[in-house]
Protein backbone atom coordinates (compact mmCIF):
# COMPACT_ATOMS: atom_id res chain seq x y z
CA UNK A 1 0.00 0.00 0.00
CA UNK A 2 1.49 3.41 -1.01
CA UNK A 3 2.29 5.55 2.04
CA UNK A 4 1.71 10.09 1.68
CA UNK A 5 3.57 11.17 -1.15
CA UNK A 6 4.59 14.66 -1.29
CA UNK A 7 5.98 16.97 -3.81
CA UNK A 8 8.47 18.58 -4.55
CA UNK A 9 11.00 17.22 -1.54
CA UNK A 10 13.30 20.19 -1.79
CA UNK A 11 12.51 23.55 -3.53
CA UNK A 12 14.54 27.13 -3.04
CA UNK A 13 12.71 29.84 -3.10
CA UNK A 14 13.72 33.93 -2.92
CA UNK A 15 11.41 36.18 -0.90
CA UNK A 16 8.29 37.81 -2.48
CA UNK A 17 8.10 34.49 -4.55
CA UNK A 18 4.65 31.71 -4.11
CA UNK A 19 5.34 27.87 -3.69
CA UNK A 20 2.70 25.30 -4.33
CA UNK A 21 3.57 21.92 -2.66
CA UNK A 22 1.20 18.82 -3.14
CA UNK A 23 0.43 15.98 -1.32
CA UNK A 24 -1.26 12.35 -2.55
CA UNK A 25 -2.58 10.98 0.81
CA UNK A 26 -2.75 7.03 1.71
CA UNK A 27 -5.68 5.17 -1.16
CA UNK A 28 -8.83 6.00 0.91
CA UNK A 29 -8.00 8.37 3.33
CA UNK A 30 -9.98 11.62 2.57
CA UNK A 31 -8.69 13.43 5.08
CA UNK A 32 -5.71 15.73 4.37
CA UNK A 33 -3.63 17.60 7.34
CA UNK A 34 -1.01 20.10 6.86
CA UNK A 35 1.95 20.86 9.41
CA UNK A 36 5.24 23.07 9.20
CA UNK A 37 8.29 22.12 11.31
CA UNK A 38 10.61 24.49 12.30
CA UNK A 39 13.86 24.23 14.74
CA UNK A 40 12.30 27.20 16.95
CA UNK A 41 8.62 26.36 17.04
CA UNK A 42 8.61 22.27 16.18
CA UNK A 43 5.67 21.03 14.83
CA UNK A 44 2.50 23.27 13.88
CA UNK A 45 -0.83 22.22 12.65
CA UNK A 46 -1.75 25.05 9.08
CA UNK A 47 -4.84 23.45 7.98
CA UNK A 48 -6.86 19.98 7.81
CA UNK A 49 -8.87 19.14 4.53
CA UNK A 50 -12.04 16.68 4.11
CA UNK A 51 -13.87 15.86 1.34
CA UNK A 52 -12.59 19.03 -0.07
CA UNK A 53 -13.34 21.27 2.52
CA UNK A 54 -11.46 23.20 4.96
CA UNK A 55 -11.96 21.53 8.29
CA UNK A 56 -10.14 23.24 10.81
CA UNK A 57 -7.20 25.90 10.39
CA UNK A 58 -4.55 26.67 12.42
CA UNK A 59 -2.66 30.40 13.24
CA UNK A 60 -1.16 31.12 10.07
CA UNK A 61 -1.40 33.86 7.89
CA UNK A 62 -3.40 34.22 5.02
CA UNK A 63 -0.87 33.90 2.69
CA UNK A 64 -1.22 29.69 3.50
CA UNK A 65 -3.68 28.66 1.58
CA UNK A 66 -4.80 25.24 0.52
CA UNK A 67 -7.22 23.00 -1.17
CA UNK A 68 -8.39 19.86 -1.62
CA UNK A 69 -9.34 18.16 -4.80
CA UNK A 70 -12.08 15.26 -5.56
CA UNK A 71 -9.49 12.30 -5.50
CA UNK A 72 -8.66 13.83 -2.09
CA UNK A 73 -4.93 15.20 -3.17
CA UNK A 74 -4.53 18.14 -1.87
CA UNK A 75 -1.76 21.11 -2.25
CA UNK A 76 -0.98 24.09 -0.07
CA UNK A 77 0.65 27.31 -1.05
CA UNK A 78 2.59 29.91 0.05
CA UNK A 79 2.41 33.55 -1.52
CA UNK A 80 4.64 36.46 -1.01
CA UNK A 81 7.30 34.27 0.42
CA UNK A 82 9.31 35.49 3.71
CA UNK A 83 12.46 34.29 5.01
CA UNK A 84 10.76 32.76 8.11
CA UNK A 85 9.12 30.69 5.73
CA UNK A 86 11.69 28.66 5.54
CA UNK A 87 10.98 24.80 6.95
CA UNK A 88 10.01 21.52 6.49
CA UNK A 89 6.51 21.27 5.49
CA UNK A 90 4.32 17.78 6.22
CA UNK A 91 1.65 16.89 4.91
CA UNK A 92 -0.63 13.68 6.73
CA UNK A 93 -3.58 11.68 5.77
CA UNK A 94 -5.82 9.53 8.06
CA UNK A 95 -9.52 7.62 7.24
CA UNK A 96 -11.04 10.84 8.37
CA UNK A 97 -14.38 11.16 9.66
CA UNK A 98 -15.14 11.35 13.24
CA UNK A 99 -13.20 10.24 16.25
CA UNK A 100 -9.82 9.85 17.05
CA UNK A 101 -7.70 9.50 13.54
CA UNK A 102 -4.02 7.93 13.66
CA UNK A 103 -2.03 10.79 11.13
CA UNK A 104 0.06 9.17 8.73
CA UNK A 105 2.72 11.42 7.49
CA UNK A 106 4.55 11.85 4.14
CA UNK A 107 8.41 12.48 3.76
CA UNK A 108 7.77 16.42 3.85
CA UNK A 109 8.70 19.00 1.11
CA UNK A 110 11.86 21.25 2.81
CA UNK A 111 11.51 24.53 1.54
CA UNK A 112 14.37 27.33 1.85
CA UNK A 113 13.36 30.86 1.21
CA UNK A 114 16.39 32.89 0.10
CA UNK B 1 1.92 28.17 28.95
CA UNK B 2 2.18 25.28 25.99
CA UNK B 3 -0.23 23.28 25.46
CA UNK B 4 1.79 20.14 25.14
CA UNK B 5 4.93 20.11 26.80
CA UNK B 6 8.09 17.83 26.76
CA UNK B 7 11.63 18.11 28.14
CA UNK B 8 13.76 18.68 25.29
CA UNK B 9 16.48 16.89 26.34
CA UNK B 10 18.86 15.09 25.35
CA UNK B 11 17.94 12.18 27.23
CA UNK B 12 20.91 9.60 27.45
CA UNK B 13 20.48 6.35 28.46
CA UNK B 14 22.91 3.36 28.05
CA UNK B 15 21.95 0.84 25.87
CA UNK B 16 19.47 -2.19 27.03
CA UNK B 17 17.76 0.52 30.02
CA UNK B 18 14.51 2.00 30.39
CA UNK B 19 14.05 5.37 28.84
CA UNK B 20 11.12 7.30 30.19
CA UNK B 21 9.59 10.19 28.18
CA UNK B 22 6.97 12.38 29.46
CA UNK B 23 4.45 14.78 28.60
CA UNK B 24 2.54 17.10 29.70
CA UNK B 25 -0.93 18.87 28.37
CA UNK B 26 -3.16 21.67 29.40
CA UNK B 27 -6.48 20.82 27.29
CA UNK B 28 -8.43 18.93 29.49
CA UNK B 29 -10.96 17.75 26.89
CA UNK B 30 -8.02 16.13 25.49
CA UNK B 31 -8.98 12.13 24.28
CA UNK B 32 -6.17 11.06 21.89
CA UNK B 33 -3.13 11.40 22.80
CA UNK B 34 0.21 10.01 20.44
CA UNK B 35 3.89 9.43 20.62
CA UNK B 36 5.72 9.78 17.31
CA UNK B 37 9.66 9.05 16.68
CA UNK B 38 11.41 11.32 14.34
CA UNK B 39 14.67 10.39 13.34
CA UNK B 40 16.82 13.19 11.78
CA UNK B 41 16.12 14.14 8.85
CA UNK B 42 12.98 11.96 8.66
CA UNK B 43 9.71 12.33 9.54
CA UNK B 44 7.49 11.69 11.98
CA UNK B 45 5.81 8.10 12.41
CA UNK B 46 3.57 6.64 14.87
CA UNK B 47 4.83 4.93 17.77
CA UNK B 48 2.02 4.17 20.35
CA UNK B 49 -1.79 5.91 20.55
CA UNK B 50 -3.14 5.78 23.71
CA UNK B 51 -7.17 6.75 24.71
CA UNK B 52 -7.86 6.23 27.66
CA UNK B 53 -6.13 6.24 31.14
CA UNK B 54 -3.63 3.05 32.27
CA UNK B 55 -1.22 1.60 30.52
CA UNK B 56 -0.99 0.35 26.60
CA UNK B 57 1.82 -1.58 25.67
CA UNK B 58 3.33 -2.64 22.08
CA UNK B 59 6.59 -4.91 22.25
CA UNK B 60 9.26 -2.96 24.00
CA UNK B 61 7.06 0.43 24.56
CA UNK B 62 4.53 1.30 26.76
CA UNK B 63 2.50 4.07 26.61
CA UNK B 64 0.60 5.97 30.25
CA UNK B 65 -1.89 7.79 30.12
CA UNK B 66 -3.54 9.83 33.32
CA UNK B 67 -6.15 12.23 32.45
CA UNK B 68 -6.45 13.36 35.84
CA UNK B 69 -2.82 14.97 35.71
CA UNK B 70 -2.92 15.61 32.31
CA UNK B 71 0.23 13.61 32.01
CA UNK B 72 1.11 10.85 29.40
CA UNK B 73 4.52 8.98 28.90
CA UNK B 74 6.20 6.80 26.90
CA UNK B 75 8.37 3.56 28.19
CA UNK B 76 11.06 2.27 26.34
CA UNK B 77 12.47 -1.09 27.35
CA UNK B 78 15.74 -2.25 26.83
CA UNK B 79 16.95 0.29 24.45
CA UNK B 80 18.83 0.18 21.56
CA UNK B 81 21.06 2.58 19.55
CA UNK B 82 18.34 2.45 16.78
CA UNK B 83 16.23 4.00 19.28
CA UNK B 84 18.30 6.90 19.58
CA UNK B 85 15.95 9.77 17.77
CA UNK B 86 13.33 12.55 18.58
CA UNK B 87 9.82 11.52 20.31
CA UNK B 88 7.15 14.37 19.75
CA UNK B 89 4.03 13.76 22.09
CA UNK B 90 1.17 14.49 20.29
CA UNK B 91 -2.76 15.67 21.83
CA UNK B 92 -5.71 15.74 19.91
CA UNK B 93 -9.26 16.69 20.19
CA UNK B 94 -11.47 14.93 18.74
CA UNK B 95 -14.67 15.52 16.93
CA UNK B 96 -16.14 16.22 13.77
CA UNK B 97 -14.35 19.53 12.90
CA UNK B 98 -10.90 18.54 14.92
CA UNK B 99 -9.63 15.01 13.32
CA UNK B 100 -6.79 16.23 11.74
CA UNK B 101 -5.11 18.81 14.06
CA UNK B 102 -2.72 17.74 16.93
CA UNK B 103 -0.93 19.87 19.06
CA UNK B 104 2.76 18.78 18.92
CA UNK B 105 5.08 19.22 21.80
CA UNK B 106 8.61 20.64 21.17
CA UNK B 107 9.60 17.11 21.33
CA UNK B 108 12.19 15.10 23.50
CA UNK B 109 15.81 14.04 21.88
CA UNK B 110 16.80 10.29 23.23
CA UNK B 111 20.26 8.73 23.06
CA UNK B 112 20.95 5.58 23.57
CA UNK B 113 24.72 4.88 24.17
CA UNK B 114 25.99 1.40 23.46
Known amino acids: KAGVTQTPRYLIKTRGQQVTLSCSPISGHRSVSWYQQTPGQGLQFLFE???????NKGNFPGRFSGRQFSNSRSEMNVSTLELGDSALYLC?????????????FGAGSRLTVL | QKEVEQNSGPLSVPEGAIASLNCTYS??????FFWYRQYSGKSPELIMSIYSNGDKEDGRFTAQLNKASQYVSLLIRDSQPSDSATYLC??????????????FGQGTTLQVKP
Open chain 1, 92 to 104: ASSPGGTGANVLT
Open chain 1, 49 to 55: YFSETQR
Open chain 2, 27 to 32: DRVSQS
Open chain 2, 90 to 103: AVGVYGSSNTGKLI
